[in-house]
């Protein structure tokens, strides 16, 4: 009667936790459980790398967790913290884009990325928003973080074990309201890719 429990793996509940942690930022509006989905996000392509069940469903599960967790949540957060016309045209540009972000990864064969990852991009959003706390700053901030998951600059997967580790920590420190390390490194991260595309174009 539900053959689909067949077909769900460890690294598949690990995911679902992706996206229930979601769901509870938007249910409770609370900006920290972001960071956790992000540490699941991470975890679920580890476990499934280390088990041997790497999937298409496991990758269609990942997508659909990510637009939830990542699009739709940072969007309705933003929205809410400020309410405000204008943050509500920028909070449904970054979603839109966010979901364009995703079919297109979905269907492309490349090393790296194409377009900023959405957790990085969810990580900017709510970290700017809690440090930054002005509507037209944050909406702005957005719509700019929006348009660079839709752009064509690669961005490297980031293999360093000790710079995962460092990563780590940072979330770990951004759940408990210190958002600062997070911030910091997926801004050096987004910058470093932008300066790599103008060196190349040039």
């Known amino acids: ?41 991470a975890l679920d392509g580890y476990v499934a790398r280390k088990t ?27 929205y809410t913290h400020y309410d405000s016309n204008f943050v509500l045209v920028s909070a449904i540009i970054f979603c839109l884009c966010g979901a364009l972000r995703l079919a297109r990864f979905g269907i492309l064969n490349v ?44 961005y490297k997967k980031m293999r360093n074990k000790i710079i995962l580790c460092i990563f780590a920590i940072s979330l770990i420190l951004a759940i408990f309201g210190i958002p600062y390390f997070a911030l910091l490194l997926c801004l050096i991260y987004c910058i470093g890719g932008i300066i790599t595309y103008l060196k190349q174009s040039h």
Not at 15 to 31: D, E, P, Q, V
Not at 118 to 147: E, H, K, R, T, W
Request: glycine letters at 8%; proline letters at 3%; hydrophobic letters at 55%.
């Open 111 to 154: 090393e790296g990325f194409v377009g900023l990852p959405i957790p990085a991009g969810a990580i900017l959003l709510v970290g700017f928003c809690q440090i930054i706390n002005n509507s037209y700053m944050d909406a702005i901030i957005a719509i700019l973080v929006g348009l660079l998951m839709i752009s064509d600059i690669r």
């Open 52 to 78: 041997g069940t790497v999937s298409e469903f496991g990758a269609e599960l990942d997508s659909i967790s990510d637009i939830v967790s990542f699009g739709v949540a940072p969007s309705y957060l933003l």
């Open 1 to 41: 009667m539900f053959n689909i429990r067949k077909i769900i793996t460890i690294s598949d509940y690990i995911t679902m936790l992706n996206i229930i942690s979601g769901l509870l930022a938007i249910f409770f509006s609370m900006f920290s459980l972001i960071y956790l989905s992000v540490m699941f996000d």
